[in-house]
T-cell receptor, first 114, second 112 residues
Framework: ETGVTQTPRHLVMGMTNKKSLKCEQH?????MYWYKQSAKKPLELMFV???????ENNSVPSRFSPECPNSSHLFLHLHTLQPEDSALYLC?????????????FGEGSWLTVV | DAKTTQPPSMDCAEGRAANLPCNHS???????VYWYRQIHSQGPQYIIH???NNETNEMASLIITEDRKSSTLILPHATLRDTAVYYC?????????????FGPGTSLSVIP
């Protein structure tokens, strides 16, 4: 247990569906991250929220929409995805300030788009 | 952000020490070196981090060279459960958050 919980762990959705991934952290952190990991590829940083404000958006298509209602929760809303969006989506959290603060990851949500 | 270079793969015999190298020649003075590992189908697991001094915890030891341009992660007695991809990253401080970029890492295979 890392203190970062992601749900669901597995999700299968059609290209016209709308679904959401949820992340909750119990570590008292105030920065949260979404990463994408496609098969046999390195982790790609998608979004960063610091103090509930989005501070990084790495050219992610608009069919991915993040939401951070408070410092403990992070969502990734999914809409009209493509099969190539099938991947492991990882949530992480840390303290917002100081490069010596450890980032902790959740177990990930496996997404399959059919 | 400082970039890291790691060998793509390594083998280690079970029970022996696994020494995983990492080069980070462009590291800045206030950047930490972090190590994570990822076992198949799971999220990355934090192992250890350091700034300039060597560090040790219950999982591993981290040796950082004096010029900080490279480091070595040491798993003292590798077990089959240590088979994973190991990532060496350098924390890039940017305004109010840390921008953490992962490379391809080193795939460690522990062999019986």
């Amino acid at each position: 247990e890392t203190g970062v919980t992601q749900t669901p762990r597995h999700l299968v959705m059609g290209m016209t569906n709308k679904k959401s991934l949820k992340c909750e952290q119990h570590l008292g952190h105030n920065a949260m991250y979404w990463y994408k990991q496609s098969a046999k590829k390195p982790l790609e940083l998608m979004f960063v929220y610091s103090l509930e404000e989005r501070v990084e958006n790495n050219s992610v298509p608009s069919r991915f929409s993040p939401e951070c209602p408070n410092s403990s929760h992070l969502f990734l809303h999914l809409h009209t995805l493509q099969p190539e969006d099938s991947a492991l989506y990882l949530c992480a959290s840390s303290q917002a300030q100081g490069s010596g603060n450890t980032i902790y990851f959740g177990e990930g949500s496996w997404l399959t788009v059919v | 952000d400082a970039k890291t270079t790691q060998p793509p793969s390594m083998d280690c015999a079970e029970g022996r020490a696994a020494n995983l190298p990492c080069n980070h020649s462009t590291i800045s003075g206030n950047e930490y070196v972090y190590w994570y590992r990822q076992i198949h189908s799971q999220g990355p697991q934090y192992i250890i981090h350091g700034l300039k001094n060597n560090e040790t915890n219950e999982m591993a030891s981290l040796i950082i060279t004096e010029d900080r341009k490279s480091s070595t992660l040491i798993l003292p007695h590798a077990t089959l459960r240590d088979t994973a991809v190991y990532y060496c990253i350098v924390r890039g401080w940017k305004t109010s958050y840390d921008k953490v970029i992962f490379g391809p890492g080193t795939s460690l295979s522990v062999i019986p």
